[in-house]
């Protein structure tokens, strides 16, 4: 985070909120599956291995579908150039549009699959002047690193760059707890309203490639 310019590291924050928004939204629908920390569903399909369990399949079956989001989004990122982000966001918008759609149609698996894919895509978004791209569905790293900045400047070394790295996590953590409670009120209206949000987020990134630099 501390790479990036106050433009990008709020949009970065902002893309975090987007993450833990749809992971809370695919957590409560699927009763206890990730569609944007595959940390936990990598945990979920061992244990499930190890007790025969279905839910070894789903949670492998997520993850795949995560990775190839990974995968289609670094190359649409590649693609976009300067435009990486809003080409991203746009993508996902329309992604987190389809899984609305799905919803629905009440097809909760195969809109659960289209989120997994969505926040898959969401992870090409934010990439630096120096190629560094930051990961905003996962927060094990960045609260590492948060610790070690702590540490640092404990011992009079550094500064409060720790302070990026902790409004990174509070962003996800906040938008997970909007989105359980706004699932929990109405799915429909919580899949529509991280459409919106993800195309706010894409007409922002949009905003902040045509500034000059």
Same mark, same amino acid.
């Given at each position: 985070?501390?790479?990036?310019?106050?433009?990008?590291?709020?949009?970065?924050?902002?893309? /975090?909120?987007?993450?833990?928004?749809?992971?809370?939204?695919?957590?409560?629908?699927?009763?206890?599956?990730?569609?944007?920390?595959? &940390?936990?569903?990598? &945990?979920?399909?061992?244990?499930? +291995?190890?007790?025969?369990?279905?839910?070894? +399949?789903? /949670?492998?079956?997520?993850?795949?579908?995560?990775? &190839?989001?990974? !995968?289609?989004?670094?190359?649409?990122?590649?693609?976009?150039?300067?435009?990486?982000?809003?080409?991203?966001?746009?993508?996902?918008?329309?992604?987190?549009?389809? /899984?609305?759609?799905?919803?629905?149609?009440?097809?909760?698996?195969?809109?659960?699959?289209?989120?997994?894919?969505?926040? *898959?895509?969401?992870?090409?978004?934010?990439? *630096?002047?120096?190629?560094? !791209?930051?990961?905003?569905?996962?927060?094990?790293? &960045?609260?590492?690193?948060?610790?070690?900045?702590?540490?640092?400047?404990?011992?009079?070394?550094?500064?409060?760059?720790?302070?990026?790295?902790?409004? +990174?996590?509070?962003?996800?953590?906040?938008?997970?707890?909007?989105?359980?409670?706004?699932?929990?009120?109405?799915?429909?209206?919580?899949?529509?309203?991280?459409?919106?949000?993800?195309?706010?987020?894409? +007409?922002?990134?949009?905003?902040?490639?045509?500034?000059?630099?």
């Amino acid at each position: 985070m501390i790479r990036f310019d106050r433009q990008v590291q709020m949009l970065a924050v902002g893309t /975090a909120v987007l993450a833990g928004f749809v992971d809370a939204i695919g957590f409560v629908e699927s009763t206890g599956f990730f569609v944007s920390f595959m &940390t936990g569903n990598s &945990t979920r399909l061992a244990v499930g +291995l190890a007790e025969w369990q279905h839910a070894a +399949l789903v /949670a492998g079956a997520i993850i795949a579908v995560f990775v &190839t989001g990974v !995968v289609a989004g670094s190359l649409v990122g590649a693609r976009a150039g300067v435009r990486r982000a809003p080409a991203v966001l746009l993508c996902v918008a329309l992604l987190l549009g389809i /899984a609305s759609l799905l919803r629905l149609q009440s097809d909760g698996w195969s809109a659960i699959l289209c989120l997994a894919f969505a926040m *898959g895509v969401v992870n090409a978004a934010i990439e *630096g002047r120096d190629g560094s !791209v930051v990961g905003v569905t996962y927060m094990t790293g &960045t609260l590492v690193q948060m610790g070690q900045k702590i540490a640092n400047a404990l011992r009079g070394e550094g500064d409060r760059r720790w302070l990026h790295h902790l409004g +990174l996590w509070a962003g996800l953590a906040g938008g997970a707890v909007l989105g359980a409670r706004a699932v929990l009120w109405s799915p429909p209206l919580a899949y529509m309203a991280a459409v919106a949000f993800a195309a706010m987020l894409a +007409l922002r990134a949009g905003w902040i490639v045509r500034q000059p630099r």
